[in-house]
């Protein structure tokens, strides 16, 4: 079936600059996307969502993108901190109903 | 406000054996989910519920049964427990999945070994 999938495994950014995650979907028909951050033995927690007719969306440093031409999904997020370290997961929806998420990346943070 | 709330937080089950994990919320959501977890993997969908008296399978039912008689109880019951089933469970709950919702509301997870 289609899912939802990651470029990296894992991402090493510098305490203080910018982290780019990145997600390609394969599911055209999906219309609304999430993102959520999961720290070590605790559920996942939600950080932003856009819907696809959106293009981007802005929240407290983060800013998700949507490109839906190529079917990729990003997160940035400003000014990376050590509580950013954790796994980020894209996640798709068709219909608003079941909620499908990617494998997930680790963002580890350098001091 | 407890939120989503699962249990038992630990298990361990001999194959074959059977068991039903919790799940509760009390913040009135319609939409409940059932997730596995395994190491080094993503969340994998097992079943979900759009509202109470309705329940669908996700990506990887098989083996699970669920029911959906209440708003706030999404019980998950393993009928007969395999090694494969290994794995960390994540109950989740939203009042919707529209935009700006804060998506889904996360338990703190099962964690069930079959031995």
């Known amino acids: 079936g289609e899912s939802v999938g990651l470029h990296l495994p894992t991402l090493s950014v510098q305490e203080g600059d910018n982290s780019i995650i990145n997600c390609a979907y394969s599911?055209?028909?999906?219309?609304?996307f999430i993102w959520y951050k999961q720290e070590s033995g605790k559920g996942p927690q939600f950080i932003i969502d856009?819907?696809?007719?959106?293009d981007k969306r802005q929240g407290q440093r983060v800013t998700v993108l949507l490109n839906k031409t190529v079917k990729h999904l990003s997160l940035q997020i400003a000014a990376t901190q050590p509580g950013d370290s954790a796994v980020y997961f894209c996640?798709?929806?068709?219909?608003?109903?079941?909620?499908?998420f990617g494998k997930g990346t680790r963002l580890h943070i350098l001091p | 406000n407890a939120g989503v709330t699962q249990t038992p937080k630990f298990q361990v089950l001999k194959t074959g054996q059977s068991m039903t994990l919790q799940c509760a919320q009390d913040?009135?959501?319609?939409?409940m989910s059932w997730y596995r977890q395994d190491p080094g993997m993503g969340l994998r969908l097992i079943h979900y519920?759009?509202?109470?008296?309705?329940?669908d399978q996700g990506e990887v039912p098989n083996g699970y049964n669920v029911s959906r008689s209440t708003t706030e109880d999404f019980p998950l019951r393993l009928l007969s427990a395999a090694p494969s089933q290994t794995s960390v469970y994540f109950c989740?709950?939203?009042?919707?999945?529209?935009?700006?919702?804060?998506?889904?509301?996360f338990g703190s997870g099962t964690r069930l070994t079959v031995v």
């Open positions: 989740a709950s939203s009042y919707s999945t529209s935009l700006g919702s804060g998506g889904y509301t």
């Open positions: 599911n055209s028909a999906s219309d609304y």
């Open positions: 856009i819907r696809s007719n959106m």
């Open positions: 996640a798709e929806s068709e219909g608003d109903d079941k909620i499908i």
């Open positions: 913040m009135n959501h319609e939409y």
């Open positions: 519920s759009v509202g109470a008296g309705i329940t």
